[in-house]
């Protein structure tokens, strides 16, 4: 019972994360599972509590490292910014993460991790723009 309480709050606090990644629910949910059960194997404290790792970079780096893995298994939608770019990009806009942390759950310098935001912010936009103007003629 408590190993289901603790999936539920995972899913609660990961999924969203894990889903932007993937784009494919079952998907995303299958690797919140996964990542609540290496947590439990690794992480004695978690089987305790699992709110320990309510704001944990280990939760986030291990989600992040799986979902490159799982990207490539699976077909989806070509997307204008890369796996990366889409991580760094929810950790810091939507989660509100300080860049110090991004960078430390996606393994790269503040410096890189400010240039790849940065790049992919102009990615979106320009992505945004085109399918705006092909609307627009197409109408």
Known sequence: ???????????????PFSFYLLEDELQALQLVVDITTAAMIERTDFLEDPNVLKD?????????ELALKRRSQISLEENCISLKEKASLYLFENLDF??????????????DLKQIISSSRTKVLHTIQSNAMQE????
Do not use: C, G, Q, W
Request: charge should be positive.
């Open 98 to 111: 300080p860049l110090e942390k991004v960078a430390l759950i996606l393994d790269m310098t503040v410096i």
């Open 136 to 139: 627009y003629h197409a109408n």
């Open 1 to 15: 019972m408590k190993n289901k309480k603790t999936i539920e709050i995972l899913s609660e606090l990961y999924f």
């Open 56 to 64: 944990d970079i280990y939760l986030y780096r291990k989600l992040y």
